[in-house]
């Protein structure tokens, strides 16, 4: 069986305000294995930005991790210090961000910001070895003629290129985790396919498990090995990737998929049939099911008592009333916006 590397278990993330608490993630639980790739998905707002950045110990106030145990390698990082986490930070966890200007810095090269990272995480590393080590990275990665681009700024690269770099750059220390947050979402749609299978062949080349995160369904199926879906702060579904892709069970990830463009036999594009409502307000969460106020079968429980998660197999859980053995059976189903009872 596969070793855990990281064990999510019932964590919560919220942040304060003066106008009351933001509460982001709600009881996260999860687990990645040595080696595979978890794909996060859910629409925008739902916690899966949250959920990263509580792994990677970078909530800051007025944000906070209230409850749950983040294990790495059976260490809780929930409880470690900012001197620990950030001593983690870039040897054993790398993060890369939708935007890779935002953590390019403009006026600096590329071989400059490169071997600063390698240096600083390699101590006694030299300058000619973070040279070599960052050039066989962008090779790596797919840039051409890695020795000369080197020495370019980050404006002389295209959004693909530079995403390559970030990626090249997260990937330099050796990571055992990659956390890659929405990383194709500014790109345009071919480049987007390249940067995937870029990832998935990095999968196989490097030893690295990666949580992908994004809030397209179509993006992840070929890539993870196993997909979390997140709605206000919940893990509602998860399960293998064929679990989710061929037997989804839970409302919310059929109302996914059903938002998704699928090519017909014919190349057509299905219609989609978009998710009505909006996502709750997490500063007042609805009090049973996140989703029930969008759900086409909820029912009078969802919306009274917290969702129960549900084990299907093995591998594949939802939280959903709809398969609890308490819930009502049959008839109470949401007909033109009523509960009925
Ligand atoms: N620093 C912060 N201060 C206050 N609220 C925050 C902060 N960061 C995130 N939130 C809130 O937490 C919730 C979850 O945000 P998060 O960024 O995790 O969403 P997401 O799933 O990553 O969405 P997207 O697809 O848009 O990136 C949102 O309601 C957001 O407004
Ligand atoms: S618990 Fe109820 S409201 Fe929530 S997804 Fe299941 S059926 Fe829908
Ligand atoms: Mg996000």
Redesign the pocket.
């Known amino acids: 069986m596969s070793k855990k590397l990281l064990e999510v278990k019932n964590v919560h993330t919220s942040f304060f305000s003066h106008l009351g608490e933001i509460q982001a993630v709600r009881g996260s639980s999860f687990t990645l294995n040595e080696g595979d790739v978890l794909g996060i998905v859910g629409e925008s707002g739902s916690g899966k930005s949250v959920t990263a950045m509580s792994i990677m110990g970078l909530i800051e106030n007025p944000g906070k991790i209230k409850e749950g145990q983040i294990l790495f390698d059976g260490q809780d990082l929930a409880k470690k210090g900012q001197a620990e986490l950030s001593d983690i930070r870039g040897n054993e966890i790398s993060m890369i961000f939708q935007d890779p200007m935002t953590s390019l810095n403009p006026v600096y090269t590329i071989e400059n910001q490169m071997t600063e990272v390698l240096r600083r995480h390699n101590k006694g590393m030299t300058k000619k070895q973070a040279v070599a080590r960052a050039i066989e990275m962008l090779s790596l990665v797919g840039i051409p003629k890695p020795a000369e681009r080197i020495k370019s700024y980050p404006h002389e690269f295209s959004g693909g290129m530079r995403q390559r770099v970030m990626i090249a750059t997260a990937l330099s220390c050796g990571p055992r985790l990659l956390i890659a947050d929405e990383p194709t979402t500014a790109l345009d749609v071919t480049i987007q396919a390249q940067i995937l299978d870029l990832m998935n062949d990095l999968k196989e080349r490097v030893n690295a498990s990666i949580i992908l995160i994004t809030h397209d369904l179509g993006v992840i199926a070929e890539v993870c090995d196993h997909i979390v879906v997140m709605y206000g702060g919940t893990i509602?579904e998860k399960g293998t990737v064929d679990e989710i892709f061929y037997n989804p069970q839970?409302?919310?990830t059929v109302g996914l998929h059903q938002s998704v463009p699928k090519l017909t036999a014919s190349g057509e594009k299905s219609r989609l049939v978009p998710i009505e409502g909006s996502p709750p307000d997490l500063m007042h969460p609805p009090k049973?099911?996140p989703?029930?106020p969008r759900?086409p079968?909820?029912?009078k429980?969802?919306l009274e008592k917290p969702?129960p998660t549900v084990q299907l197999s093995e591998t594949h859980s939802s939280?959903?009333?709809?398969f609890h053995e308490d819930a009502p059976k049959v008839g109470n189903y949401r007909k033109g916006g009523e509960i009925l009872e």
């Open positions: 509602m839970n409302p919310y049973g099911c989703f029930s759900c079968h909820a029912m429980v969802c969702v939280a959903c009333w709809l």
